[in-house]
């Protein structure tokens, strides 16, 4: 092997010229020059464009290879289907984009400027969850034996803070609109949120065994919880005359599932918009629930029986301002 008058990292046996980085493998290169000859400036090129590529990691021990260990393990498998759902968009775009890097590589001023770049192509909160859910990754490469106890590049990394624009409830007169404007499953599906007050895809993945005449028995996606909703009089009546060709309450065009929601969204959107409730979106129902039992005066207890709520203080984002408009309400009326 001849090393003479050639840069660092590359060597030449039998006449051909190779790039070799500890640790990986060898590279054969294109570029050939007689011996003794000048380096030709596109052999430093070559050199510097070799170098610049990440360090091959052993198979199954980068970023991609946590991910899929993380999928199959039994810590992923417990959590609640939304929750699945939620992590695997951010699990997809994180083996995309950093899936060959090897975790021991990572640094927190790397998750610093990722977390940038994420607010950047998208929102901080969408951000500030990837940064959660990347946090995650990272302790299942701790169990795996890939990072030491402790080194977590990404705990303790401060999310973004940004000003939040909360949901606000729907007006009585925008509500009345809506019914007068939609029909069929569209309004059906309007009454559903309001009468019910659950999710969006708990309430479009509901079946009809689930109800009983009075009752839905529902276990929330997101949570795991498994709640009995009353049904009111009015919505009661109207699923009884509906007819039941399909599992689902709100089927999809060939009746092997339920209702998308993206289709169901592009339905409302479409209602939204001739009644002038932009500002109005589809979740925005299930505050609009919670704040009715708020006013009606039922305490936290009675109505995270109904929402299925795991703590107080994120029903509370639903609640106090029905709450303290209530109580200023009665102030009214005594003076």
Known sequence: MIKRHLPPNIYRTHGVLYFYRRPGPWIRLETQFPEGEPVPFALHQERERLLSQPTPVKPGQDIAAVIRHYKASRKFARKASRTRADYEAHLIALSEKLGKIEPRRIERRHVIAWLDAWAKAATPHRANYRLRVFRIVMEHAIDMGLLSAGQNPAKGVSELEYDRVERQPWPVN??????????????????????????????????????????????????????????????????????????????????????????????????????????????????????????????????????????????????????????????????
Not at 202 to 229: E, H, I, M
Not at 242 to 259: C, K, M, S, V, Y
Request: zero cysteines.
């Open 174 to 335: 925008l509500v009345q609109a809506f019914r007068a404007e939609a029909d069929g499953d569209t309004l059906l599906l309007f009454e559903m949120l309001l009468g019910l007050g659950q999710r969006v895809g708990d309430t479009l993945s509901l079946r009809w065994p689930q109800y009983d005449g009075d009752w839905f028995a529902v276990r929330q996606g997101k949570t795991g919880s498994r709640v009995w909703l009353p049904v009111p009089p009015a919505l009661a009546e109207t699923l009884d005359a509906r007819p039941r060709d399909a599992l689902f309450i709100f089927p999809n065009a060939d009746l092997t599932g339920h209702l998308t929601y993206s289709a169901a969204r592009q339905r409302f959107m479409r209602v939204r918009k001739r009644i002038g409730a932009e500002a109005y979106d589809i979740h925005a129902l299930r505050h609009t629930r919670a704040s009715e039992l708020a006013a009606a005066g039922h305490d936290d207890a009675t109505i995270m029986a109904i929402t299925g709520h795991k703590s107080v203080a994120a029903l509370r984002i639903y609640t106090e301002e029905a709450r303290q408009k209530a109580r200023a309400e009665r102030t009214k009326n005594r003076t």
